[in-house]
């Protein structure tokens, strides 16, 4: 199982920001790939997550302004977000699972995860 995240870096406020996690090593049948975030003096968060039925989970934070579109091949979740705010800067985390329902941004569910990738907003 491996993920490979790509994208972030730094984008102004009221921005947008694509953010890419490759998922290699999972059964096409079932899977759920989340994002997770890291925000300097808070507890960690989970913002989206996608399954392979193409239903998707947003965190209140990012509601209304993330998109997690259905990759072709299932693999791959990118998510998009717009209108970036100030309190948005910090790691975002790749995760993912096994399961038939995704319906959940616990992390404690998900076996793997990425990297991380630095996000920077500024004004």
């Known amino acids: 199982v491996k993920l490979v995240e790509s994208g972030g870096g730094s984008v102004q406020v009221g921005g947008s920001l694509r953010l890419s996690c490759a998922a290699s090593g999972y059964p096409a049948y079932s899977k759920c790939i989340a994002w997770f975030r890291q925000i300097p003096g808070k507890e960690g968060e989970g913002i989206a997550v996608?399954?392979?039925?193409?239903?998707?989970l947003y965190a209140d934070s990012v509601k209304g302004r993330s998109t997690i579109p259905q990759d072709s091949d299932q693999s791959t979740a990118t998510l998009q977000m717009n209108s970036l705010r100030p309190e948005d800067p910090g790691i975002y985390y790749c995760?993912?699972?096994?399961?038939?329902?995704?319906?959940?941004?616990?992390?404690?569910?998900?076996?793997?995860w990425g990297q991380g990738t630095q996000v920077t907003v500024s004004s």
């Open positions: 995760a993912a699972r096994l399961a038939v329902s995704c319906a959940t941004l616990d992390s404690i569910v998900f076996k793997n």
């Open positions: 996608i399954g392979i039925d193409g239903r998707t």
